[in-house]
Structures are given as structure tokens and as C-alpha cells.
């Protein structure tokens, strides 16, 4: 079954404007991930969220969880054009190995 | 700021080449993690490797897939026999200790491709 799907697949949004993105999975999780991923290049690390937290900040970022609809969202408040990139969710959990399961992705634009 | 490294940024092989892709993981972490991302598409575990053995694999991982940890610093991928399918980028991640909630630190990736 896929794990961590976000939507929307592509998002264009006018620089200052805000952009939402969300994930959903289907598996019980231990923390979801958002991972930023600038074209070709590697994966950047943007915050974690534990199954027992509802909201995190960092900076521009919010993420929130809402683990009764297996659902999270990233928000990324008065977005420049350095924000356009792939979004993705990666969710964890508690089985041996630690191994991270990542959605398809939001494709962002952030148009200057 | 400590980061993982991999070499080489992009390997070019022939199909039916072995490869061997190399990470570099932050000093002291514990755990060793391969990923892979075909083209446009999302990012898949292949294998993760903890007290000098694989902790779990993927259905990806198949016999043509090894790994090791042939020092105390280097984690390598080997593809035996390359098809046009390994063509991706491979990404190595490293988590510092035992406990889920903490988060994995990516390499920069190996784009491969096999002609």
C-alpha cells in the first residue's frame, strides 16, 4: 500500500503568498518527516513531527499532525522563490530497522 | 556541521558492470541507510544496515544488491551486474542512535546511469 502521499502533485503560488502542502499514509507511524529536494540534488532535512505532537514550528515552517486522519500538512509562510523545489512526507515507524517511507511528492513553484 | 558525503556524484556504466557506490555517514552514527529515486519519481529504501549487518531490505534489494562496511568510516553499495533499470540516483542516510524519533541525515546522492 503507498505510504505518505501528498497532494497537491504541483503547486504555483506568487512569491509572499503562502503554500500549503499535505501527506496522508495509512500505517500506524512513530514521527513523519518533511524533506525538501531542490532539482536533482540531495535530500535537506526540514523538521520532524512525533505521533504524539500536533503542531511544530520552525522559522517559516508548520507542520502539523493529525494522526485520527493519518494526515499531516507543511506550511511555508510568505514563500520566496529559494522555496521552489519537491516537497515530500516520509513517514517512520517503530519496526527495526527505522526506515523511512516517502510519498511522491509536491512539486513547488514559487514564481517571483 | 557533520554531513554524510558520497562518491562518485554521477557514475556512468555499462550494463552488465559491477558498480560500487561509496557514503561516507556522520562519525558516530549508528545506523546506515540506502535509498534510491528513479527519475521523477519518489524515493524507495533499498536496504538499512546496523551492528555490521543488514537490519531489513526491500524487495529491491536482490541478490545483485550488496552492502558493507568495509572500514570504520566507509558504507558501500555494490550493484554486480548493472540493467538499465538501477539507471537513479542513490541516496546513503545516517541515523545517530537506537529510537525512532530522530531524524536521518542525507547524503548529497550518486546519480547513476547504465547505458
Known amino acids: 500500500s503507498q505510504q505518505g502521499e501528498e497532494d497537491p502533485q504541483a503547486l504555483s503560488i506568487q512569491e509572499g503568498e503562502n503554500a500549503t502542502m499535505n501527506c496522508s499514509y495509512k500505517?500506524?507511524?512513530?514521527?513523519l518527516q518533511w524533506y525538501r529536494q531542490n532539482s536533482g540534488r540531495g535530500l535537506v532535512h526540514l523538521i520532524l513531527i512525533r505521533s504524539n505532537e500536533r503542531e511544530k514550528h520552525s522559522g517559516r515552517l508548520r507542520v502539523t499532525l493529525d494522526t485520527s486522519k493519518k494526515s499531516s500538512s507543511l506550511l511555508i509562510t510568505a514563500s520566496r522563490a529559494a522555496d521552489t523545489a519537491s516537497y515530500f512526507c516520509a513517514t517512520a515507524r517503530g519496526d527495526s530497522s527505522y526506515k523511512l517511507i516517502f510519498g511522491n511528492g509536491t512539486r513547488l513553484l514559487v514564481r517571483p | 556541521e557533520p554531513e554524510v558525503t558520497q562518491t562518485p556524484s554521477h557514475q556512468v556504466t555499462q550494463m552488465g558492470q559491477e558498480v560500487i557506490l561509496r557514503c561516507v555517514p556522520i562519525s558516530n552514527h549508528l545506523y546506515f541507510y540506502w535509498y534510491r529515486q528513479i527519475l521523477g519519481q519518489k524515493v524507495e529504501f533499498l536496504v538499512s544496515?546496523?551492528?555490521?549487518?543488514?537490519?531489513?531490505k526491500s524487495e529491491i534489494f536482490d541478490d545483485q544488491f550488496s552492502v558493507e562496511r568495509p572500514d570504520g568510516s566507509n558504507f558501500t553499495l555494490k550493484i554486480r551486474s548493472t540493467k538499465l533499470e538501477d539507471s537513479a540516483m542513490y541516496f546513503c542516510?545516517?541515523?545517530?542512535?537506537?529510537?525512532?524519533?530522530?531524524?536521518?541525515?542525507f547524503g548529497p546522492g550518486t546519480r547513476l546511469t547504465v547505458l
Open positions: 544496515f546496523y551492528n555490521n549487518e543488514i537490519s531489513e
Open positions: 542516510a545516517s541515523r545517530a542512535t537506537p529510537g525512532v524519533n530522530n531524524e536521518q541525515f
Open positions: 500505517t500506524s507511524i512513530n514521527n
